[in-house]
């Protein structure tokens, strides 16, 4: 038997993490199978036998599912079977894999799915099948939501789908699974939590139907009618249902067999056993809603509920937050409501350990009713950890979702409790993120940096200013420093409370309809920004930089690690979420001489990763972002910085293989972004081979344009293989404004080898763009908006992004105002500006969608305009991101794990500004 690691891969040497590849490896020595290859990787072992590859494309698979507890024991009987039978499989490397797989909120598609067996013909599917389901029968594993079980209650299950190859990359730059049919066809391989196959595909077993079922009414517990779902999860889903015995609605939740199961032998079937009981403990406060019975169908576990009529909290809150917040009454009203539901519930002895806005509803009566019991306990109880991170207190955030049940029980008790409310408050007030109360990094003891942004927050968001000192009390980090809920409730009533006369004022509020005018209407409200501290940004610069020399990855598919949603896979060479943006923000801290010698020797390392994978892909995509164009800009940029000539030449050769007529104009999917990118190349080369194609680019754009009522869009044509086919607006991203930059860019490089021709119809079309966006605009109180989509109403809520939002927009407008001299169009940048600092607090960190494209926005204006004020905003937007910042291994990092570190939204985007706004130099992907 060979074992062929991942290479360079560091492993977990702890027995849990080798366990799995132990029973595999005892299996397959005793069974005969030294020449068998065990390949592990971070998710999943690979097991062939000796001289035999997946030799088909697609077919029937088979997958068994297993829980933390029966992972080892199904694996050793399956690879027996397997062993003996010669076929290929695979299996999760470790037992946390395993529990991922079993999560409550996996993804419902893969969900469960332990081992995954690969039959070498259909004879062979069904021997396997009969023998693995014979081998794990009376075993536990949950039901696998894609598949057809081989028998009710097996832990075998199949379905049709990819084996190996025909990976297709979309012009989204998403890699997706296909299948090719002997007719021809190409089917999608999607994993839905639903059984289907291919029209070509004959049903494995012949003596059973194998169509799906048609779609039926679903009667539950023989008296419970679905009406609709509320929500879908792998634990399983929320339905609205009529009670056929009362004729009344309720609300019916599934748990599902062996989902969320742990190594107590516990899964989420037991925790709706613990929300039934807390609904009859609760009954009597009537804070909660009534249990109507709970009752078990094919081994899962439903409970029926009173259905609580209204609004959860959380979408009442944003509605609220499109007319700038609640009303004062209002806001004190629900305020007091919410403190006393606490109170209610505290005084009977029981805590809520996941107090947050998803979990309360807004009758139309107005009052607070808790509609989710699953984590209630009494206060004291050891029970296992459960939060939601955003809105739990520290010392809870600390302790993590592994600890044990006696350590939970010591720190989720009454005093945690009252850190969520603080911040459930806060959240109500502003709609904005919860970790501006809760704080941005996990532990106990830390100075909370959320003392300095409140009382800022609040001048945007006037609701919450007559709250700051009891959301300041309900979230100190101390526990015991942390106001009571009596002490809250005669806060509120007192003088010094919101309504008393030592409290903030509530009049002389702003303009409340959202549809005033600048000479009818009171000013919107304006963001004050935090202290500038170029300290602590150059130390989020020096641990941000460490980060991504340590976590990069040269022996995985992906030179990064992903973020931790689940996202799309996409190319890894890619700019936006690929290797060639982090290496780009390498190289521009390695220019500005920061992190020394190592630094330069992770530029060297993440260059040669890219440089071996510049062609081995099936199809170069021309966008800067999402295809290969950025991806030759960057790799051209660092190979200079190296002195590495023949790799220099290799992007060049690279940008010169990328299409010049495409379905898309746009900047990030499309020509727009590549023709930007050759023009940057052209200008460190002076070939003008790139700048011809540059040009050629520039006239497909010029065809694509829509001259609709006079303005100049590009809408994306429904001729390509994209989401985003017939999208048409007016941003950067996709529109207007990225198509007139690189038209006002390609006009000046025309200009200056003296192509008049070419230079006229290129200034021509950008000035087009630069008027359409000005008809299109929307100014109140001094700030501009426009429509998220051509024709479409204008995005008034104070917003930011370059991608779709004022900065993009705005960064064109203020270097086409430059080059035209036209007052008009640096007049329309500024306005966007101010839209842009309008509310940096509602915005993530991200340069895509975030404060660092404001950030670089403001510093556009700054360079070409002269007025230090921008400037001063922009450190001001570093102070936002610096007040986000959280902590990992001792590091200050700019990035959470589940934005990772990626350029769009992730580290290298965010680093990317502040490396700009600390040693200057020119806009990023700009020509």
């Known amino acids: 038997m060979t074992t062929h690691p991942h290479p360079a891969r560091p492993r977990d040497e702890s027995a849990d993490s080798l366990l799995l590849l132990d029973v595999a490896r005892a299996v397959l020595s005793r069974r005969g199978g030294q020449r068998w290859t065990l390949q592990p990787t971070d998710a999943w072992c690979f097991a062939r036998p000796p001289d035999l590859a997946v030799r088909r494309a697609h077919g029937w698979k088979l997958h068994v599912s297993a829980t933390p507890l029966s ?105 997706e ?28 077993f012949p003596d059973e139907p194998g169509a799906p079922a048609t779609a039926a009414p679903v009667l539950l517990g023989g008296r419970f009618t679905v009406v609709r779902a ?36 516990t899964d989420v079937r037991d925790r709706l056993r613990d929300e039934a009981r807390m609904l009859e403990r609760l009954a009597p406060l009537g804070v909660t809603p009534r249990k109507v019975c709970l009752f078990e169908e094919q081994g899962d576990l439903f409970l029926a509920e009173e259905l609580v009529p209204g609004q959860p909290l959380h979408l009442w809150q944003s509605a609220r937050a499109r007319d700038d917040g609640p009303d004062p009454d209002e806001a004190a009203t629900t305020v007091t409501r919410l403190v006393a539901l606490l109170r209610t519930v505290h005084e009977a002895g029981f805590v809520i350990r996941d107090f947050k806005p998803h979990n309360v509803m807004v009758t139309p009566a107005g009052d607070l009713r808790l509609i989710d019991t699953e984590y209630v306990t009494e206060a004291g109880r050891e029970r296992a950890p459960a939060y939601t991170r955003g809105f739990a207190a520290p010392e809870v955030r600390a302790l ?24 459930v408050l806060f959240s109500v007030l502003t709609d904005l993120d919860p970790r501006w109360a809760a704080g941005w990094t996990d532990g106990v003891g830390r100075q909370r940096d959320t003392q300095t942004a409140l009382p800022l927050i609040a001048l945007a968001h006037p609701p919450l200013a007559p709250f700051g000192e009891l959301i300041d009390g309900l979230t100190r980090p101390d526990p015991g420093a942390r106001w009571t809920l009596p002490h809250a409730l005669a806060w509120l009533a007192g003088p010094n409370g919101p309504s008393g006369p030592g409290g903030p004022s509530r009049s002389g509020g702003p303009n409340r309809s959202g549809t005033g005018t600048p000479d009818t209407a009171a000013a919107a409200p304006r963001a004050a920004l935090p202290p500038y501290r170029p300290a602590a940004i150059d130390r989020l610069l020096d641990d941000g930089l460490a980060h991504l020399q340590r976590t990069m990855t040269p022996w995985r598919a992906t030179l990064w690690p992903a973020p931790e949603w689940n996202v799309p896979r996409s190319d890894p060479c890619n700019t936006w979420n690929g290797a060639a943006g982090v290496l780009a923000t390498l190289t521009h801290a390695a220019r500005a001489a920061r992190g020394g010698a190592s630094l330069l020797t992770t530029v060297a390392e993440a260059a040669r990763w890219l440089d071996e994978r510049l062609f081995g892909i099936d199809r170069l995509l021309p966008g800067l972002c999402f295809g290969r164009s950025g991806t030759a800009w960057a790799l051209h940029d660092a190979a200079r910085l190296l002195g590495d000539t023949a790799m220099a030449d290799r992007a060049i050769t690279l940008a010169e293989r990328l299409p010049t007529r495409w379905p898309s104009p746009d900047f990030t999917h499309g020509l727009s972004g590549a023709g930007t990118a050759r023009l940057h190349l052209w200008q460190a080369t002076g070939d003008d081979s790139l700048l011809d194609t540059a040009f050629a680019c520039a006239d497909a754009v010029l065809d694509a344009a829509d001259r609709a009522d006079g303005d100049w869009t590009w809408p994306t044509s429904y001729d390509t293989d994209s989401v985003l086919a017939g999208v048409h607006t007016y941003g950067f991203a996709h529109g207007t404004a990225g198509v007139g930059a690189f038209l006002l860019a390609a006009a000046a490089a025309a200009e200056v080898r003296g192509r008049t021709a070419e230079a006229g119809r290129f200034a021509a079309a950008a000035l087009g763009a630069g008027d359409t966006l000005v008809r299109a605009a929307r100014v109140e109180d001094g700030r501009a908006a426009w429509p998220a989509e051509v024709g479409g109403k204008p995005q008034l809520r104070p917003s930011t992004q370059w991608c779709n939002g004022p900065a993009g927009i705005g960064g064109f407008l203020i270097r086409l105002g430059s080059a035209t001299g036209r007052r008009r169009f640096a007049d329309l940048a500024e306005q966007a500006a101010a839209a842009c600092v309008g509310d940096p607090w509602r915005a993530i960190a991200g340069a895509c969608c975030g404060n660092a494209g404001t950030g670089h926005f403001l510093l556009d204006l700054a360079d070409i305009t002269g007025e230090a004020r921008y400037r001063t905003q922009a450190e001001g937007i570093a102070a936002v991101i610096d007040a986000q910042h959280g902590e990992s291994d001792g590091l200050l990092l700019v990035a959470d794990a589940t934005s990772g570190s990626e350029y769009g939204n992730g580290a290298a985007g965010i680093l990317d500004f502040l490396l700009r706004l600390r040693h200057g130099g020119p806009r990023p992907w700009t020509a």
Do not use: C
């Not at 690879?79 to 996996?106: I, M, N, P, Q, Y």
């Open 177 to 204: 699974p296909w299948m090719t049919g002997p007719d021809g066809s190409r089917v999608k391989d999607e994993r839905t939590a639903g059984f289907v196959f291919p029209p070509w595909a004959a049903y494995p």
């Open 71 to 175: 992972a080892a024991l199904v694996l050793a009987r399956s690879a027996e079977v397997l062993t003996r039978r010669s076929a290929s499989f695979k299996f999760a490397v470790d037992l946390e894999r395993v529990v991922r797989l079993g999560d409550v909120w996996h993804d419902r598609g893969t969900g469960g799915k332990f081992i995954t067996v690969y039959p070498e013909d259909d004879d062979q599917f069904r021997l396997l099948a009969r023998e693995l389901d014979a081998a794990t029968a009376g075993l536990t594993g949950p039901r696998i939501l894609s598949d057809k079980p081989v028998r009710p209650g097996s832990l075998v299950s199949f379905r049709y789908g990819q084996f190996s190859g025909d990976m297709t990359l979309t012009d989204d730059g998403v890699v």
């Open 230 to 265: 509320v929500r879908h999860a792998n634990k399983g889903g929320v339905y609205r249902a009529l009670d056929e015995r009362t004729g009344l609605e309720v609300i019916v939740k599934h748990a599902r067999a062996h989902v969320g199961a742990r190594l107590d032998g």
């Open 400 to 423: 993590g979702l592994h600890a044990s049940p006696a350590e939970a029980g010591k720190v989720a008790g009454p005093e945690a409790d009252r850190f969520s409310l603080g911040v």
